[in-house]
């Protein structure tokens, strides 16, 4: 059973950056190179959004909202995949989820204060 665990969340100022892991586990490392990682996030109120994605390749896509301010990035010896999020607004205060191979994790709250 594959199971993808996030951590790194927590209370930032605007400005300030945080680093979210995502780490899965069940999974075998072949298996975890050839799919598409992703980070999503769910503010209160608001629909769950695509935030990042990396394909097996390396290729990465963001949204509007996050690019050049976000990264994404995986390490395939360790069936992780990070982000790195900078230049934080409260408008990036969510809760932020990994998903891939058909599941999500739990999830990691992100708030960046005023």
């Known amino acids: 059973q594959v199971q993808l665990v996030e951590s790194g969340g927590g209370l930032v100022q605007t400005g300030g950056s945080v680093r979210l892991s995502c780490a899965a586990s069940?999974?075998?490392?072949?298996?975890?190179?050839?799919?598409?990682m992703t980070w999503y996030r769910q503010a209160p109120g608001k629909q769950r959004e695509l935030v990042a994605l990396?394909?097996?390749?390396?290729?990465?896509d963001y949204a509007d909202s996050v690019k050049g301010r976000f990264t994404i990035s995986r390490d395939n010896a360790k069936n992780t995949v990070d982000l790195q999020m900078n230049s934080l607004t409260p408008e990036d205060t969510a809760v932020y989820y990994c998903?891939?191979?058909?599941?999500w994790g739990q999830g990691t709250q992100v708030t960046v204060s005023s």
């Open positions: 998903y891939a191979v058909g599941t």
């Open positions: 069940g999974i075998s490392g072949r298996i975890f190179r050839i799919n598409p």
């Open positions: 990396i394909t097996s390749d390396g290729t990465t």
